[in-house]
């Protein structure tokens, strides 16, 4: 087969696309949709989510220290789209998609309930990469629906219909 140059801006795409849920100082809450994420390290366990600096999360993200992954199913591809093309500046998105929040366990961020895997991280450290900045975070609690674990607390992600 022959080959040809391809667009250099996503010649990997990361799975699963992903919606990182987090809360400012004063208690502003927001999510939006991330496509660069990915586990950075096993021990401790930790994940990089990169954000542009201009998104409206992103001031939100650096003065609370934490965030939460949270893995999409394609039930819920309308409000990821959704979340994914607006902005919190120009109104309450979240509202308007009725998305559902709860408190995380071990940050102060929230988590979304419809997300069947909701990961909530400390961020340990931050690079600047060009258009993005990776906040790497350990992974302090993992979220999953009781369906998807098996006897030894593993989540069988095939049975995840992802985005």
Known sequence: MTKK???????????????VSCRGLDGEENV???AYCGNCSYDPPM??????????????????????????????QDTFDYLGKNSKRDGDKLAFKNVQLENGKKVNAPLLKDCP?????????????????MFIGKIEYVHA???LIDN??????????FI
Do not use: W
């Open 47 to 76: 994940v990089m989510v990169g954000i542009v600096p201009s998104r409206y999360s992103h001031k939100l993200i650096k003065e609370s220290g934490c965030f939460v992954v949270n893995l999409v199913g394609k039930e819920y």
């Open 32 to 34: 939006l949709a991330v």
């Open 145 to 147: 629906n009781e369906n």
């Open 5 to 19: 140059e391809a667009n250099k801006k996503g010649a990997l795409q990361p799975l699963p696309k992903v919606l």
């Open 117 to 133: 895997v909701c990961i909530e991280c400390t961020i340990m450290d931050s690079v600047i990469t060009g258009s993005h900045e």
């Open 152 to 161: 030894e607390g593993n989540i069988d992600f095939s049975r995840i219909n």
